[in-house]
């Protein structure tokens, strides 16, 4: 019996290759499925699932039929591939990942894992009948495997930071080039008002293909509150933004009301192409989105927050997020990383915010090892002021392992936070 995802996830595809020789031969012998729908292609560094996940939800309320593609997987394929908020069914899932094995076999030079993703998503949304797929960027841009597509309606950029500087380049303007690869002529482009030398390479690809670039303006936004629900399971924000009023998304991090700006503006730069989307859309959109891992409450007594923050400005963000939506609390930390993140900077913004730090290797080949991890926040912890949480971070078995020790650290009125990379995220919850 043939298993799609012992397909997929063969060893042997799971190799990284940047270019698009072999997707584009793919897509040929697919019969270029990404043609029949319209795209919003979204790159950046921090929070671009969740802007596409709010774009996705306000065209479903627009009466489009809406696919999303997001990487990195967080539990299993299915759950990265969505039509309407949906993952692909397990039947559909294998029809179309035979079809993708089939076309893939042919060719001389076999794709990888994620050009073999990249195809049972495209090839879905066309079998499902799409009207629009929300796309988001893998690594990069110009030679991200999504790069694939050809005339994108919207390119989309979220906020950019250093990160796989060893791939993308060593500044934020290389990193930022290497991302507007993915801008065509004929699409429009909205970002987040980025640092200036990632700004400007945005505005060199954007006027090389005849667009402007449209960017929110944050100073028009203002979060008005941030409720928990009486259960503690769930939350709210309510914010404004330009003309309007009393928005609201359930997503609690601090960050996400400036990703729904942006989401915003994205929606007005497709009115303007002729979509119909009106303002209630746009409301019940974004008040009904879901995002998986970015300060999650995952579980209560202790209350069990998931964020997938993996890079220094993601660790601010959830130090930020902390604070707001749990002044004066501090955390218990189950924190793993890959070796190639800035781990020591994101430690420095989590550590005052830890009673006790558990150490955890993420289920990576290029996960950091947990000693090493340990000492990191050891020595950290010296340079601030002594913290005595820092000074004896347990070294976990395995996650259940720290997950069970995390709840018992905290006690049933207490607050656990897991983070550090996305490829945890799956265990955890299984764990919890």
Known sequence: MFDPIAYLENPAWRVSKLGLDRIAELMERLSRPERTYRIVHVAGTNGKGSTAAFVSSVLQHAGNKVGLFTSPTIGDYASSILVNGEPIPPEDLCAVTRAVREAAEAM???PT?????CAVSFLWFERAGCDVAVIEVGLGGALDSTNVIEAPE???FARIALDHTGVLGATLGE????KAGIVKRGASVVSWPQEPEAMQAIERAAEGCGASVRTPDFGELSVSSVELSKDGTSGIQRFRYRGYDD????????YQPYNAALAIEAIEALRERGWAISDEALRCGLAEATWHGRFEIAAVNPTFVIDGGHNPQGARALADSL???FPGRKAVFVIGVLEDKDYPEMLEELLPLGSAF???EPPNLRALPAEKLARAIRWTGQDLLGCSACTNPYIAEDIPDAVAK?????????????CGSLYSIAEIERAL
């Open 406 to 418: 995390a709840r018992e650290i905290a006690g049933p009125d207490g607050l656990v936070c897991a």
């Open 358 to 360: 558990i150490v955890i």
């Open 323 to 325: 604070k707001r939506v």
């Open 113 to 117: 894992e994620f050009e073999l993703a």
């Open 108 to 110: 001389d030079d076999h």
């Open 175 to 178: 990193i930022a080039s290497e």
């Open 154 to 156: 919207l390119c989309l």
């Open 247 to 254: 928005l609201s998304i359930g997503l609690l991090g601090s």
